[in-house]
């Protein structure tokens, strides 16, 4: 993509200081979302990358990976899978734990979101320490599907958070 339109997006995310807390800058989205021609380049972003693959299944993370994920399987014509924060999916699920700044929380996927060997990418608005991702990575696994690529609008590179998925490759469009 055309180095202009990456700086467009870039533009496109607000920093909200001190946001959920005090000293994190959160990395606002929305403004990419309401607006048609940045919300159709980062969605182009996500397509570019899934081209040529076999993609069986698109996995977004709650909930801004929900926007991103949805609509790129839409695109490509495959099915979606949400990963959610505990207690929201109604079916039976595998949960997996991770490590937030103070404590831990869980993911939960459903049993049956995949088939076994599906070929799944993996998107979210933004990676940071990566404990998400890691998290929903290791369901992606525990429900049988192979994890080719982890992508994200946004990757906070000072935090490390590639290093928790790789040697899955990660794929970032905007670093900071
Ligand atoms: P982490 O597990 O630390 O990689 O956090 C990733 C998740 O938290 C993603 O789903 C992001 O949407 C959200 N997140 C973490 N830090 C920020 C931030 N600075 N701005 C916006 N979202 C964030």
Aim: aromatic share 8%; glycine share 10%; proline share 5%.
């Amino acid at each position: 993509m055309a180095s202009a339109t990456l700086e467009k997006l870039r533009a496109g995310v607000r920093d909200v200081p001190d946001f959920p807390k005090k000293g994190i800058v959160f990395k606002d989205i929305t403004p990419i979302l309401s607006d048609p021609a940045l919300f159709h380049a980062s969605i182009d972003l996500f397509l570019e990358r899934c081209r040529g693959k076999k993609i069986d299944k698109i996995v977004g993370i709650d909930a801004r990976g929900f926007l991103f994920g949805s609509t790129v399987a839409y695109e490509l014509g495959i099915g979606f899978v949400p990963i959610r924060k505990r207690g929201k999916l109604p079916y039976k699920t595998e949960i997996a734990k991770y490590s937030l700044e103070y404590g831990t929380a869980e993911m939960e996927v459903h049993v049956d979101a995949m088939m076994a060997g599906d070929q799944v990418v993996m998107v979210d608005d933004l990676l940071a320490t990566g404990g998400t991702s890691a998290a929903a990575a290791a369901l992606i696994r525990k429900v049988g599907g192979k994890l080719l690529e982890a992508q994200f609008l946004i990757e906070l590179e000072f935090l490390s958070g590639r290093k928790q998925i790789e040697p899955t490759p990660v794929i970032s469009f905007l670093k900071y």
